[in-house]
């Protein structure tokens, strides 16, 4: 494992930050969302309605939530995760938090020059944060 630089991947990115981003870039037309630029906009977007306003604080928390955006498209890949977002009776639904907490929270490494997350760590945080069955 490569030792992450200092910069984006200590940015501190929020919850409530991802999921709007997520939520945006959802709703927005797929000729935007299917787009770096639409993906850029909508983060921007979300990031002055959250009250950031200085240009260095948007570019600087922007790439944070694009890289952990990066990290968390290689982890599904990967075979440590996919068989848990996958196992059949998980709803997607109680799996929205959980997810968005451990993307929020989950140490971000560069590996080989590219954003990843740790499968374990990614794994514990979100399993911490998954409601019992039967209560989500």
Do not use: Y
Request: hydrophobic share 45%; with cysteine; charged share 15%.
């Amino acid at each position: 494992m490569v030792e992450s630089p200092p910069g984006v991947t200590a940015v501190c990115v929020t919850v409530a930050q991802l999921e709007d981003v997520v939520s945006a870039i959802t709703r927005a037309p797929s000729t935007d969302a299917d787009t770096l630029q639409g993906c850029v906009k909508a983060i921007i977007d979300v990031l002055i309605a959250h009250g950031l306003e200085e240009q260095d604080e948007l570019i600087e928390t922007g790439s944070a939530i694009c890289a952990r955006l990066i990290a968390f498209a290689a982890l599904l890949k990967s075979a440590e995760i996919g068989p848990w977002i996958a196992s059949v009776g998980v709803q997607a639904s109680s799996l929205q938090r959980p997810l968005l907490q451990a993307m929020a929270t989950a140490p971000l490494q560069v590996v080989q020059g590219h954003f990843r997350f740790d499968p374990k760590d990614f794994l514990d945080i979100a399993l911490e944060n998954t409601p019992p069955a039967g209560n989500g």
